[in-house]
Protein backbone atom coordinates (compact mmCIF):
# COMPACT_ATOMS: atom_id res chain seq x y z
CA UNK A 1 0.00 0.00 0.00
CA UNK A 2 1.17 3.65 -1.08
CA UNK A 3 2.42 5.63 1.66
CA UNK A 4 0.11 8.88 2.35
CA UNK A 5 2.65 11.24 1.59
CA UNK A 6 3.77 9.59 -1.65
CA UNK A 7 -0.11 9.50 -2.45
CA UNK A 8 -0.22 13.30 -1.91
CA UNK A 9 2.86 13.44 -3.83
CA UNK A 10 1.01 11.62 -7.17
CA UNK A 11 -2.15 13.57 -6.85
CA UNK A 12 -0.12 16.89 -6.92
CA UNK A 13 1.95 15.80 -9.76
CA UNK A 14 -1.50 14.39 -11.67
CA UNK A 15 -3.36 18.19 -11.06
CA UNK A 16 -0.47 20.39 -13.01
CA UNK A 17 -1.66 18.03 -15.98
CA UNK A 18 -5.39 18.10 -14.81
CA UNK A 19 -5.64 14.45 -15.41
CA UNK A 20 -7.66 12.06 -12.67
CA UNK A 21 -6.51 9.20 -11.06
CA UNK A 22 -8.44 6.26 -11.39
CA UNK A 23 -6.85 3.85 -8.41
CA UNK A 24 -7.39 0.05 -10.20
CA UNK A 25 -8.62 -1.88 -6.95
CA UNK A 26 -8.70 -5.36 -8.67
CA UNK A 27 -7.76 -8.53 -6.39
CA UNK A 28 -7.39 -6.43 -3.63
CA UNK A 29 -9.62 -6.49 -0.48
CA UNK A 30 -12.55 -3.45 0.14
CA UNK A 31 -10.04 -2.42 3.26
CA UNK A 32 -7.17 -1.42 1.03
CA UNK A 33 -9.88 0.76 -1.02
CA UNK A 34 -11.44 2.39 2.32
CA UNK A 35 -7.91 3.58 3.13
CA UNK A 36 -7.20 5.20 0.13
CA UNK A 37 -10.81 6.61 0.21
CA UNK A 38 -9.95 7.78 3.76
CA UNK A 39 -6.87 9.78 2.24
CA UNK A 40 -9.33 11.37 -0.62
CA UNK A 41 -9.50 9.28 -3.20
CA UNK A 42 -12.83 8.85 -4.86
CA UNK A 43 -12.65 7.29 -8.37
CA UNK A 44 -11.97 3.23 -8.31
CA UNK A 45 -11.73 0.43 -11.40
CA UNK A 46 -12.47 -2.84 -11.43
CA UNK A 47 -12.24 -5.41 -13.64
CA UNK A 48 -14.68 -7.90 -12.98
CA UNK A 49 -18.66 -7.65 -12.01
CA UNK A 50 -19.02 -9.32 -9.38
CA UNK A 51 -16.37 -8.54 -7.52
CA UNK A 52 -17.24 -4.53 -8.37
CA UNK A 53 -21.13 -5.59 -7.51
CA UNK A 54 -19.92 -6.78 -4.07
CA UNK A 55 -17.26 -4.60 -2.86
CA UNK A 56 -20.24 -1.26 -4.11
CA UNK A 57 -22.02 -3.12 -1.14
CA UNK A 58 -19.50 -2.65 1.11
CA UNK A 59 -18.42 0.52 0.94
CA UNK A 60 -19.78 4.21 1.24
CA UNK A 61 -22.20 5.64 -1.68
CA UNK A 62 -19.80 8.94 -3.23
CA UNK A 63 -16.96 6.31 -4.79
CA UNK A 64 -17.21 6.33 -8.94
CA UNK A 65 -16.90 3.13 -9.61
CA UNK A 66 -15.06 2.72 -13.03
CA UNK A 67 -15.59 -0.79 -14.75
CA UNK A 68 -12.14 -1.25 -16.66
CA UNK A 69 -12.38 -4.62 -17.80
CA UNK A 70 -13.94 -7.03 -20.88
CA UNK A 71 -17.72 -6.59 -20.47
CA UNK A 72 -19.60 -9.11 -21.68
CA UNK A 73 -23.47 -7.84 -22.77
CA UNK A 74 -24.92 -9.85 -20.58
CA UNK A 75 -24.04 -8.33 -17.28
CA UNK A 76 -23.98 -5.12 -17.94
CA UNK A 77 -27.55 -5.15 -16.11
CA UNK A 78 -25.40 -5.70 -12.64
CA UNK A 79 -23.49 -2.70 -12.51
CA UNK A 80 -25.85 -0.48 -14.46
CA UNK A 81 -27.45 0.61 -11.34
CA UNK A 82 -24.52 2.61 -9.79
CA UNK A 83 -21.33 2.39 -12.45
CA UNK A 84 -19.55 5.85 -12.86
CA UNK A 85 -17.81 5.01 -16.25
CA UNK A 86 -17.28 1.91 -18.72
CA UNK A 87 -14.01 2.00 -19.94
CA UNK A 88 -13.85 -0.84 -22.12
CA UNK A 89 -16.93 -0.81 -24.91
CA UNK A 90 -15.87 -2.29 -27.81
CA UNK A 91 -18.73 -3.57 -29.95
CA UNK A 92 -21.94 -1.40 -30.70
CA UNK A 93 -23.93 -4.35 -29.09
CA UNK A 94 -22.41 -4.10 -25.33
CA UNK A 95 -23.14 0.19 -26.37
CA UNK A 96 -26.55 -0.90 -27.32
CA UNK A 97 -27.31 -3.23 -24.13
CA UNK A 98 -26.13 -0.33 -22.05
CA UNK A 99 -28.28 2.11 -23.11
CA UNK A 100 -31.04 -0.06 -22.48
CA UNK A 101 -29.97 -0.91 -19.04
CA UNK A 102 -29.51 3.08 -18.70
CA UNK A 103 -33.11 3.81 -19.61
CA UNK A 104 -34.34 0.27 -17.60
CA UNK A 105 -32.39 2.04 -14.59
CA UNK A 106 -33.53 5.80 -15.59
CA UNK A 107 -30.05 6.91 -15.82
CA UNK A 108 -27.66 7.83 -18.18
CA UNK A 109 -24.31 5.91 -18.30
CA UNK A 110 -20.68 7.62 -19.36
CA UNK A 111 -18.77 5.28 -21.19
CA UNK A 112 -15.11 5.28 -23.40
CA UNK A 113 -14.75 3.04 -26.58
CA UNK A 114 -11.61 0.59 -26.21
CA UNK A 115 -8.87 1.27 -29.27
CA UNK A 116 -6.31 -1.33 -29.77
CA UNK A 117 -3.36 0.54 -29.92
CA UNK A 118 -1.04 -2.21 -28.61
CA UNK A 119 1.45 -4.91 -30.73
CA UNK A 120 0.20 -8.03 -28.84
CA UNK A 121 -2.71 -10.21 -30.09
CA UNK A 122 -4.43 -10.52 -26.32
CA UNK A 123 -5.64 -6.77 -26.10
CA UNK A 124 -8.97 -5.99 -26.59
CA UNK A 125 -10.26 -3.21 -28.26
CA UNK A 126 -11.72 -1.64 -31.46
CA UNK A 127 -9.52 -1.23 -34.68
CA UNK A 128 -9.26 1.93 -37.15
CA UNK A 129 -12.05 0.47 -38.81
CA UNK A 130 -14.13 -1.30 -36.19
CA UNK A 131 -14.12 1.86 -34.30
CA UNK A 132 -15.53 4.43 -37.40
CA UNK A 133 -18.04 1.43 -37.82
CA UNK A 134 -19.22 1.58 -34.09
CA UNK A 135 -19.45 5.59 -34.75
CA UNK A 136 -21.12 4.95 -37.99
CA UNK A 137 -23.87 2.81 -36.09
CA UNK A 138 -24.20 5.97 -33.23
CA UNK A 139 -24.69 8.55 -35.32
CA UNK A 140 -27.07 6.89 -37.33
CA UNK A 141 -29.64 5.77 -34.56
CA UNK A 142 -28.21 8.28 -32.26
CA UNK A 143 -32.27 9.45 -31.32
CA UNK A 144 -32.81 6.10 -29.48
CA UNK A 145 -29.17 6.13 -27.77
CA UNK A 146 -30.79 8.22 -25.01
CA UNK A 147 -29.29 7.08 -21.86
CA UNK A 148 -25.56 6.07 -23.37
CA UNK A 149 -22.75 8.86 -23.44
CA UNK A 150 -19.87 8.49 -25.04
CA UNK A 151 -17.40 10.72 -23.55
CA UNK A 152 -14.05 9.71 -25.10
CA UNK A 153 -11.56 6.74 -25.60
CA UNK A 154 -9.70 4.20 -23.56
CA UNK A 155 -6.90 2.57 -24.67
CA UNK A 156 -3.75 0.50 -23.57
CA UNK A 157 -0.03 0.26 -24.55
CA UNK A 158 1.76 -2.79 -25.22
CA UNK A 159 3.83 -4.29 -22.74
CA UNK A 160 7.04 -3.87 -22.88
CA UNK A 161 10.67 -2.75 -22.43
CA UNK A 162 10.66 -0.39 -25.37
CA UNK A 163 9.57 3.41 -24.36
CA UNK A 164 9.40 4.52 -28.06
CA UNK A 165 7.11 1.65 -28.62
CA UNK A 166 4.73 2.58 -25.98
CA UNK A 167 5.24 6.72 -26.94
CA UNK A 168 3.87 5.79 -30.60
CA UNK A 169 1.33 3.63 -29.42
CA UNK A 170 0.00 6.58 -27.01
CA UNK A 171 0.22 9.02 -29.46
CA UNK A 172 -1.27 7.12 -32.33
CA UNK A 173 -4.11 6.68 -29.73
CA UNK A 174 -4.32 10.27 -28.55
CA UNK A 175 -4.67 11.37 -32.63
CA UNK A 176 -7.35 8.73 -32.74
CA UNK A 177 -9.11 10.66 -29.75
CA UNK A 178 -8.81 13.90 -31.86
CA UNK A 179 -10.12 12.59 -34.70
CA UNK A 180 -12.99 10.93 -33.18
CA UNK A 181 -13.48 14.55 -31.64
CA UNK A 182 -13.19 16.38 -34.22
CA UNK A 183 -15.69 13.96 -37.32
CA UNK A 184 -18.28 13.35 -34.74
CA UNK A 185 -18.17 14.95 -31.51
CA UNK A 186 -17.27 18.56 -32.64
CA UNK A 187 -20.51 20.30 -31.08
CA UNK A 188 -20.07 18.01 -27.84
CA UNK A 189 -17.66 19.86 -24.79
CA UNK A 190 -18.99 16.60 -22.93
CA UNK A 191 -16.45 14.55 -25.45
CA UNK A 192 -13.17 15.02 -23.41
CA UNK A 193 -11.80 12.08 -21.38
CA UNK A 194 -8.90 10.03 -22.71
CA UNK A 195 -8.19 7.37 -20.37
CA UNK A 196 -4.72 5.86 -21.03
CA UNK A 197 -1.48 5.16 -18.71
CA UNK A 198 -0.85 2.78 -16.18
CA UNK A 199 1.37 2.03 -13.34
CA UNK A 200 4.52 1.50 -15.57
CA UNK A 201 3.72 3.63 -18.18
CA UNK A 202 1.41 6.58 -17.30
CA UNK A 203 3.78 9.37 -17.43
CA UNK A 204 4.32 8.65 -21.06
CA UNK A 205 0.53 8.62 -21.25
CA UNK A 206 -0.03 12.18 -19.88
CA UNK A 207 2.84 13.04 -21.95
CA UNK A 208 1.35 12.47 -25.03
CA UNK A 209 -2.54 13.40 -24.22
CA UNK A 210 -3.94 11.18 -21.70
CA UNK A 211 -6.27 12.63 -18.91
CA UNK A 212 -6.99 9.96 -17.17
CA UNK A 213 -4.75 7.26 -15.72
CA UNK A 214 -5.59 3.32 -14.83
CA UNK A 215 -3.33 3.06 -11.69
CA UNK A 216 -3.50 -0.33 -9.57
CA UNK A 217 -0.23 -1.96 -8.18
CA UNK A 218 1.64 1.48 -7.91
CA UNK A 219 -1.08 2.25 -4.86
CA UNK A 220 -2.13 -0.96 -3.79
CA UNK A 221 1.22 -3.19 -4.33
CA UNK A 222 1.16 -6.09 -6.72
CA UNK A 223 -1.21 -8.41 -7.46
CA UNK A 224 -0.77 -12.44 -6.87
CA UNK A 225 -2.04 -14.21 -9.78
C1 LIG B 1 -5.07 -3.96 -14.07
C2 LIG B 1 -5.33 -2.83 -14.98
C3 LIG B 1 -4.75 -1.57 -14.79
C4 LIG B 1 -3.76 -1.27 -13.68
O1 LIG B 1 -2.54 -1.91 -13.91
P1 LIG B 1 -1.26 -1.62 -12.99
O2 LIG B 1 -0.12 -2.06 -13.83
O3 LIG B 1 -1.42 -2.43 -11.76
O4 LIG B 1 -1.22 -0.16 -12.71
C5 LIG B 1 -5.09 -0.56 -15.66
N1 LIG B 1 -5.94 -0.75 -16.68
C6 LIG B 1 -6.52 -1.94 -16.91
C7 LIG B 1 -7.46 -2.09 -18.05
C8 LIG B 1 -6.22 -3.02 -16.08
O5 LIG B 1 -6.79 -4.21 -16.34
Known amino acids: MIAPEAYRQLIEQLNQTQ ?18 YDLGQRDF ?20 WHFIGHLQSNKVKY ?26 NNRIIDCLLQVYIAQ ?27 HVRIRGLMGMASFSENPDLIRSEFKQLHTRFEWTRRSYFIDNPGFD ?19 MVRIGSLLFGNRNQ
Open 19 to 36: TTLIAVSKLKPSGDIRRL
Open 79 to 104: IAPFVHLIHGIDSFKLLAEVNKQGIK
Open 120 to 146: EETKFGLDENELMELLEYYSAQKTTMT
Open 45 to 64: GENYVQEMVEKHSQLPEDLN
Open 193 to 211: ILSAGMSNDYQQAIEAGSN
